[in-house]
């Protein structure tokens, strides 16, 4: 008898369409076993997926989905147009080849991958989204590594938000006055990197007494630390346990001793990779 499919928290765009807080991330899941793992994901609850044209895993994802069985109108499937693929006419070829690989008329989310301020192509990249999405290529568009003053930028220019910003957030990288800024601006916060493991996270003391006192995880803490917090969270694991275990939040309530203890984990504002310098293509 299979498990229970499951019950996974929303939040909401600035639209009102209803967002999951946990979604599920793709990166280096290729080929019959990504697709495996990836269908598998979709098959437990998961609706929000996550993969980028950098990636290498576009027609991984989309295979998956068709052997899931689920309609792709349920899921909201993101891509992310990448660092070679700026500019007015390059940024719509790259999501019709991402939609080509996909195999799927239309992207759940479509995002800026990071700014590339070096190209100064990001305005010219974000108006061609706008475009898509009234076209109905992208049923929501945002932006992925940028800072406050570089989605100021785009804004100035077009006058319109992103509806999501993904940027490198954990416990260890709180990123607090970012998460300010989206909020006053109706900004869905999405947080890679969510259990620090570049940062040597799960290794920290403070993390694993609060898993301890909870009888979960250091990896539940950290994502319930961030779902807690209106932040949607992209975790990827092969282990079907682990996969389900990721999702299953609703038990763990973190309390003030808790998130002091976490909060003594902040590495600052300077640890986390800084889009003004770091460009990916």
């Known amino acids: 008898m299979s498990a229970p499919q499951l019950t996974i928290p929303h939040t909401a765009l600035a639209d009102g369409t209803p967002f999951p807080l946990i979604g599920f991330g793709t990166v280096k899941f290729q080929g019959p076993d990504g697709v495996e793992k990836i269908a598998g994901a979709i098959e437990d609850g998961y609706r929000l997926l996550d993969t980028a044209a950098q990636y290498g895993n576009e027609a991984t994802v989309g295979e998956a989905v068709r052997v899931s069985g689920v309609d792709p109108s349920e899921l909201i499937v993101?891509?992310?147009?990448?660092?070679?693929?700026?500019?007015?006419?390059?940024?719509?070829?790259?999501?019709?080849?991402?939609?080509?690989?996909?195999?799927?008329?239309?992207?759940?989310?479509?995002?800026?991958h990071w700014p590339n301020p070096s190209r100064g192509l990001a305005v010219d990249t974000w108006r061609t989204l706008v475009e898509l999405k009234t076209e109905g290529l992208a049923a929501h568009i945002g932006v992925s590594n940028f800072r406050p003053e570089q989605?100021?930028?785009?804004?100035?220019?077009?006058?319109?938000?992103?509806?999501?910003?993904?940027?490198?957030?954990?416990?260890?990288?709180?990123?607090?006055?970012?998460?300010?800024?989206?909020?006053?601006?109706?900004?869905?916060?999405?947080?890679?990197?969510?259990?620090?493991?570049?940062?040597?996270?799960?290794?920290?003391?403070?993390?694993?007494?609060?898993?301890?006192?909870?009888?979960?995880?250091?990896?539940?803490?950290?994502?319930?630390?961030?779902?807690?917090?209106?932040?949607?969270?992209?975790?990827?694991?092969?282990?079907?346990?682990?996969?389900?275990?990721?999702?299953?939040?609703?038990?763990?309530?973190?309390?003030q001793e808790d998130l002091a203890l976490l909060g003594s984990l902040d590495l600052g504002e300077d640890a986390a990779w800084d889009s003004r310098e770091h460009e990916e293509w």
């Open 78 to 112: 993101t891509t992310k147009i990448a660092g070679g693929d700026q500019g007015r006419e390059a940024a719509r070829t790259g999501l019709t080849e991402s939609l080509r690989r996909l195999g799927l008329e239309s992207a759940g989310l479509v995002l800026i």
């Open 151 to 255: 989605i100021e930028e785009l804004v100035e220019a077009t006058g319109v938000w992103p509806e999501v910003n993904q940027i490198q957030l954990s416990p260890a990288l709180p990123r607090q006055s970012a998460l300010a800024f989206h909020r006053e601006h109706g900004i869905v916060t999405e947080g890679w990197g969510p259990l620090g493991g570049r940062e040597g996270l799960a290794s920290q003391f403070a993390l694993q007494k609060v898993a301890e006192k909870h009888g979960v995880s250091p990896t539940q803490i950290s994502l319930k630390w961030a779902v807690d917090q209106d932040v949607v969270v992209i975790p990827r694991s092969s282990d079907p346990q682990r996969r389900r275990d990721n999702a299953t939040l609703d038990a763990i309530t973190l309390d």
